[in-house]
């Protein structure tokens, strides 16, 4: 499910992060969980063979990293995540869907209801609170802070299992 509309990883239930990114992210649920919710990862590293499908797909750094640079989710580095309600794992409404390019998805958007502003800046703060920094252009995504001292893998997510 991703701006593609195309399939783009064999597998897509195992979405895998550095241990740090992991251990971060754990915490961050931890203190999500006496509220009610969780956290649903949407994506995480990325190979950057997928990574060059992307961008050939849509070329635009505002939303698409370079695979020439590599980009910071093909270092295990970044996750793109929302809040879920824990008891029966529904999304909480956030400013649009997933892999939004418009201008809904920037975190400067204020044209919205007041609750979605909240939960938006709910998942922010617990995120930033635990090492993360989120992409200006999309609410869902964070970069473990330090994420450029790790280098752009290609691995295919088939040879991690």
């Given at each position: 499910n991703?701006?593609?509309?195309?399939?783009?990883?064999?597998?897509?239930?195992?979405?895998f992060?550095?241990?740090?990114?992991?251990?971060?992210?754990?915490?961050?649920?931890?203190?999500?969980?006496?509220?009610?919710?969780?956290?649903?990862v949407?994506d995480?590293?990325?190979?950057?063979?997928?990574?060059?499908?992307?961008?050939?797909?849509?070329?635009?750094?505002?939303?698409?990293?370079?695979?020439a640079?590599?980009g910071r989710h093909?270092?295990?580095?970044?996750?793109?995540?929302?809040?879920?309600?824990?008891?029966d794992?529904?999304?909480?409404?956030m400013?649009?869907?997933?892999?939004?390019?418009?201008e809904?998805a920037?975190?400067?958007y204020?044209d919205?209801?007041?609750?979605v502003?909240?939960n938006?800046?709910l998942?922010?703060?617990?995120?930033?609170?635990?090492?993360f920094?989120?992409?200006?252009?999309?609410?869902?995504?964070?970069?473990?802070?330090?994420?450029?001292?790790?280098?752009?893998?290609?691995?295919a997510?088939?040879?991690?299992?």
């Open positions: 991703n701006f593609t509309g195309k399939k783009v990883y064999e597998k897509g239930t195992i979405c992060v550095l241990k740090e990114v992991a251990e971060k992210l754990d915490l961050v649920q931890k203190q999500l969980e006496p509220m009610g919710l969780g956290l649903l949407w995480g590293y990325r190979p950057l063979a997928v990574q060059r499908t992307f961008w050939e797909i849509f070329p635009d750094e505002n939303y698409v990293a370079n695979p640079q590599g093909n270092r295990g580095t970044a996750v793109d995540v929302t809040l879920v309600t824990l008891d794992g529904k999304e909480v409404e400013p649009t869907h997933f892999d939004d390019f418009s809904r920037h975190r400067t204020t919205l209801p007041a609750h502003i909240k938006r800046n998942l922010e703060t617990l995120m930033h609170a635990q090492g920094e989120g992409w200006k252009n999309e609410w869902w995504h964070f970069d473990l802070q330090g994420w450029e001292k790790y280098q752009p893998l290609d691995i997510l088939e040879e991690l299992e």
